[in-house]
T-cell receptor, first 112, second 111 residues
């Protein structure tokens, strides 16, 4: 199993550009989520999904969209990037009924 | 308002000694607590967890203690090894859907 994979590893955007961060898992996990990590802030939940077709907001959802059309994939969309979205983004998944989440390797995003 | 706090940004411990990492929380509705370990340029990896109905959980060299009355939990690593050098995050959840993370403690284990 590849576990949780994220692409790209690094990305530089200009303010106002849009992009999609990809996340996929091959463990058939129902639950997937997106976090951002900023210096001194720990990890903060952006959006999460408890299954295909179901998404909900986390602590810091503004400026981000998600959709979950399949169990395996959970892309994160930035419609109009802002410098405040410069961060490291982690995708995670977990099995239904369990608390332990498995994290991907992260995407480092810089918005100029 | 930070619901999960790790007040020590860093900790330095000699190899073979005990490492104690602390975490405080404010939300009495949290019912599950986890510790994650993170190396640079990698995602966090799950280390150990504890339910609010317990006060201790052990897994090899790692033990987590929960003091509900003090809203405090700690992670003990005995004996500490150089490979344990990483950032440790405490996390808590009220439901299984959302994890609230602390800001992390950087542990350095030196020979």
């Amino acid at each position: 199993n590849a576990g949780v994979t994220q692409t790209p590893k690094f990305q530089v955007l200009k303010t106002g550009q849009s992009m999609t961060l990809q996340c996929a898992q091959d463990m058939n996990h129902e639950y997937m989520s997106w976090y951002r990590q900023d210096p001194g802030m720990g990890l903060r939940l952006i959006h999460y999904s408890v299954g295909a077709g179901i998404t909900d907001q986390g602590e810091v959802p503004n400026g981000y969209n998600v959709s979950r059309s399949t169990t395996e994939d959970f892309p994160l969309r930035l419609l109009s990037a802002a410098p405040s979205q410069t961060s490291v983004y982690f995708c995670a998944s977990r099995e239904g009924g369990r608390n332990e989440q498995f994290f991907g390797p992260g995407t480092r995003l810089t918005v100029l | 308002d930070q619901q999960v706090k790790q007040n020590s940004p860093s900790l330095s411990v000699q190899e073979g000694r005990i490492s104690i990492l602390n975490c405080d929380y404010t939300n009495s509705m949290f019912d599950y607590f986890l510790w994650y370990k993170k190396y640079p340029a990698e995602g966090p990896t799950f280390l150990i967890s504890i339910s609010s109905i317990k006060d201790k959980n052990e897994d090899g060299r790692f033990t987590v203690f929960l003091n509900k009355s003090a809203k405090h939990l700690s992670l003990h690593i005995v004996p500490s090894q150089p490979g344990d050098s990483a950032v440790y995050f405490c996390a808590a959840s009220e439901t299984t859907d959302k994890l609230i993370f602390g800001t992390g403690t950087r542990l350095q284990v030196f020979p």
